[in-house]
């Protein structure tokens, strides 16, 4: 059964996390991996930094090869980064164990990951890849995927969970009878991570009910 896996790991144990160090106020979110040959190339975006000052602020990373711009969309840059074959990592222990990334936010305070295995034999191999090349986690949650009446429709636990709650609620009615942070005082998490639930679910939903494979 395909098993999601939540972790955690500090800011400068993940490759593009140096940037935290000229730029503390910037947010990264990785948008994709593409296994590439033998090099992991991830998109991901980048928010709260001028352009020029990404760009500056990579250049003198240890392994990376290229760091690129690809797009712009209101003040939210979208990059793509490639890095030295050698270079062993996080992302290189996800692809070698054919893990999906689902979402991956870094923050000057660290890095959390929510990521997808065809089975727990494949989430457990990547906990034995970090493990072998000494890469700390922090593991925070392991579940396995659950529909969401019907086929198909696959949501974690927490993604359902707060998307049932939150129409529940009424957040999104018009006008709507609550906020975001009601609902994450509910749960018991921060607003941040309730948005970020709230956003995975809506693509997943979306993936898996309008847009054909």
Request: glycine fraction near 6%; charged fraction near 25%; aromatic fraction near 8%.
């Amino acid at each position: 059964m395909a098993t999601v896996m939540e972790f955690t790991t500090s800011a400068d144990e993940f490759p593009l996390g140096t940037v935290f160090e000229n730029l503390p106020e910037v947010t990264i979110e990785l948008e994709r991996l593409i296994p590439h040959e033998s090099l992991v190339i991830p998109y991901f975006w980048v928010r709260g930094a001028e352009t020029k000052d990404i760009e500056n602020a990579f250049e003198t990373h240890a392994g990376v090869i290229n760091i690129e711009l690809i797009d712009d969309v209101d003040d939210e840059y979208l990059m793509r980064a490639e890095w030295e074959e050698e270079y062993f990592g996080i992302l290189s222990a996800l692809a070698k164990s054919n893990i999906a990334v689902l979402s991956g936010v870094g923050r000057t305070v660290g890095w959390r990951f929510e990521v997808r295995g065809e089975s727990r034999e494949a989430i457990s191999e990547f906990r034995t890849e970090c493990q072998d090349h000494e890469i700390p986690i922090e593991i925070t949650a392991i579940h396995a995927l659950l529909p969401v009446q019907g086929e198909g429709y696959e949501l974690t636990e927490t993604q359902r969970e707060a998307l049932a709650l939150a129409y529940e609620r009424g957040y999104f009615n018009s006008p709507r009878e609550t906020t975001l942070a009601e609902i994450a005082d509910e749960l018991g998490i921060t607003q941040q991570s309730l948005s970020s639930r709230l956003k995975r679910g809506y693509r997943r939903l979306i993936s898996n009910t309008l847009i054909s494979s």
